[in-house]
């Protein structure tokens, strides 16, 4: 139920995102083509923004608000200044540059841009107002009233909602990760493109503008499934740190053997796997079909998890995927998409701990709204 409730919130969000996105495509940038019709209204050939700027108006826009809801204000205005996905935007990635360390245990205090990033971030509505906004949750709810039954204070609450945007913000990343693949290879829109017509076209009543697509017809898209795992091979950075429980003997088919305590804390570099060329042949290149029909294996055994982007225990991990799938579905639907020339990016290596790698420079991207799209509907 949560998860579908999930969904059917994050879809409406991401629609009003892309049609926000066009209005304002249309009547307030410069680097666009617009051209008046007949009927008065405004034509958009193609606008140019940065990456990171389109995705934060567009599914970050979207993870904010399926989480916390908006503004029950008639106005629709926020009555916490700083409480809106723009500024969440811009503080929570100062934040997030130090995250890793205050995560190790570090104190705040030692990176100062990162309290002065958390001191917007906490400029939240109060807990009982929270519980109050249009759209807020279920998870953000039964958190809120857990905390008010152990009586934990407003901070507290604040911070555990910081620590749930920080999945949203994973989301977003991998998000980044999959526009920019697909305005970089042309061929794998291409793909992607066919797979949905094929599925739209399945399901398509004559007369109708919209299509209804449930969680598991989502699941059915492969080369989608596909094409979102080898996004987060290519890009995670995750280090899962677990304790050792009892004493641990583990023997090579080598012959070597190694020894881990009970007590010890093993940290797994989640790179270690996606790049292990015993596993995935020439890891270092993105093949969007890599994942379609195929079990992979390590000496000579099957790896049954060999995606381990937002660590084994994540608890959001299956609503975090689907968000990405049904976001990248609705954007290809959408919107046409280009690279200008002499842009590229690529993974920040040296931010290894983070759960997905940022690049390590924003790029622009040319898009412009597809005309006779039929519109994407989530369906329980």
């Known amino acids: 139920m949560y998860l579908s409730t999930t969904m059917e ?35 958009v050939d193609w606008r140019r ?10 599914v970050l826009t979207s993870l904010f608000y399926t989480l916390f809801g908006r503004s029950v204000d008639p106005s629709g205005e926020e009555k916490t200044k ?18 890793t360390y205050l995560w190790i245990g570090l104190p705040l205090k030692l990176f100062p841009k990162a309290a002065e990033a958390m001191t917007v971030l906490l400029q939240q509505p109060t807990s009982h107002n929270m519980l109050q906004r249009n759209g807020v949750s279920e998870q953000v709810k039964v958190s809120i009233n857990h905390f008010h039954q152990h009586g934990q204070s407003e901070q507290d609450i604040a911070l555990y909602n910081l620590l749930v945007f920080h999945v949203s913000y994973n989301t977003f990343r ?30 398509r009543v004559d007369g109708e503008e919209s299509v209804a ?28 740190v677990r304790l050792v429980t009892k004493d641990t003997e583990f023997e090579m088919p080598t012959g070597h053997k190694y020894t881990v305590r009970k007590g010890d804390r093993v940290a797994m570099c ?28 390590k000496y000579g055994k099957e790896v049954k998890k060999p995606i381990l982007s937002f660590g084994s225990a994540c608890l959001g991990q299956r609503s975090a995927l689907m968000q990405v799938k049904w976001f990248v579905m609705n954007l290809i639907n959408s919107f046409s998409f280009q690279l200008p020339e002499g842009q590229k990016t690529e993974r920040d290596t040296e931010k290894y701990g983070n759960e997905i790698l940022p690049p390590v420079n924003d790029v622009q991207v040319d898009f412009r709204p597809k005309e006779g799209a039929p519109v994407l509907v989530y369906s329980e």
């Open 82 to 99: 700083n409480f809106c996905p723009k500024v969440f935007h811009d503080n929570f990635d100062i934040f997030n540059k130090y995250f």
């Open 213 to 240: 697509f449930t969680l598991a017809e989502i699941d059915e898209l492969p080369l989608l499934d596909s094409f979102l795992k080898e996004t987060m091979r290519m890009y995670s950075g995750a280090l899962m």
């Open 9 to 43: 919130n994050f879809a409406k969000h991401v629609q009003n995102s892309f049609t926000d996105l066009t209005k304002t495509s249309a009547m307030t940038t410069s680097d666009c083509n617009a051209n008046i019709n007949t009927d008065g209204n405004i034509s």
């Open 270 to 297: 989640a790179a270690g796997l996606h790049m292990d060329p015993e596993i995935f042949e020439d890891p270092e290149v993105f093949k969007h079909k890599r994942f379609v029909n195929t079990t992979f294996y």
């Open 174 to 203: 991998v998000t980044f990760w999959c526009v920019y693949k697909l305005v970089e290879d042309p061929s794998i829109v291409k793909d992607l493109e066919r797979e949905l017509h094929e599925a739209i076209e399945l399901k």
């Open 49 to 58: 923004e940065t990456l990171l700027t389109l995705m934060s108006k567009t």
